[in-house]
């Protein structure tokens, strides 16, 4: 099955039929045998005279958990600036956010700088956005957010992880479906509030405005397996370590967009 996750399907070697996630499996294959297709990261010889011949669950563990507290502290020290200082760096961090994701995911960028800029970048504009919600809907908005991302983010991976639902071919396909799917909605409703106040209504704060920030919320939670099964698809292919820093990427993606849709629900609910 090919990987499950796009932005990460051209990197990997097809597995063989019948092959499922399994969180922390072993590698199929060391830099020291033949690849059974060319890997752009595959790595030279000189990682297995180190003894880490491939990237481990550790890698993915311990380079995620440094993207994701440089974000943390990027979005602290911006609600702490004084005035609006903070907001006003939400449009460029958004932007340059965008490109340097953009130009990560394409390229297959798989290094610190790249993944912990783009991180830092995120982190500006998570914290202004955070200030603004807190401002405008209470303090306790943003605290009830971040408990329910992470909420979401271990259940899905306890699903994973004893597999109650398995990232097949089909279901890759339903969730990448979705994916587009709201991402062109989105785009609709804001051409269309040009031309009518609140577009299609998905946006609002009413009942369709609900039940489509609850179809997001939807779609990144599944995008989370998509994520866990690269890591394990990766580890399972003996890649480089240094690939895990382009898995730590795919999931503060993920996680930053599931975070801003469950700010955005609880929003609707405070007006």
Do not use: C, H
């Amino acid at each position: 099955m090919p990987s499950s996750n796009p932005a990460f399907s051209r990197g990997f070697p097809a597995a063989g039929p019948g092959q499922y996630a399994s969180w922390g499996a072993g590698p199929q294959q060391t830099y020291g045998g033949a690849p059974t297709q060319y890997d752009p990261y595959a790595a030279p010889s000189p990682y297995a005279a180190t003894g880490r011949a491939y990237m481990t669950m550790d890698d993915v563990v311990t380079k995620t958990g440094v993207t994701f507290l440089v974000t943390v502290l990027a979005a602290a020290l911006t609600w702490a600036m004084p005035g609006n200082t903070g907001l006003a760096l939400v449009f460029p961090a958004v932007i340059a956010a965008l490109v340097l994701g953009l130009v990560i995911s394409f390229k297959q960028i798989a290094n610190p700088a790249a993944t912990l800029s783009y991180a830092a970048l995120q982190g500006v504009a998570v914290g202004a956005i955070s200030e603004l919600y807190n401002a405008n809907f209470g303090g306790n908005i943003v605290m009830q957010a971040v408990i329910g991302t992470f909420g979401v983010f271990f259940g899905m991976l306890v699903v994973y992880k004893t597999g109650a639902i398995r990232v097949t071919p089909k279901l890759t396909r339903w969730v990448v479906g979705a994916m587009f799917g709201v991402l062109t909605l989105m785009l609709v409703n804001l051409v269309a509030s040009f031309f009518t106040p609140g577009g299609l209504g998905l946006r609002d704060g009413g009942a369709l405005a609900i039940g489509f920030s609850l179809l997001i919320i939807g779609v990144a939670a599944f995008s989370l397996l998509l994520d866990f099964d690269m890591a394990d698809e990766a580890i399972r292919r003996g890649v480089a370590p240094k690939f895990a820093w382009y898995i730590a990427f795919g999931l503060l993606v993920t996680v930053v967009w599931l975070y801003l849709e469950i700010l955005r629900l609880l929003s609707y609910f405070r007006e």
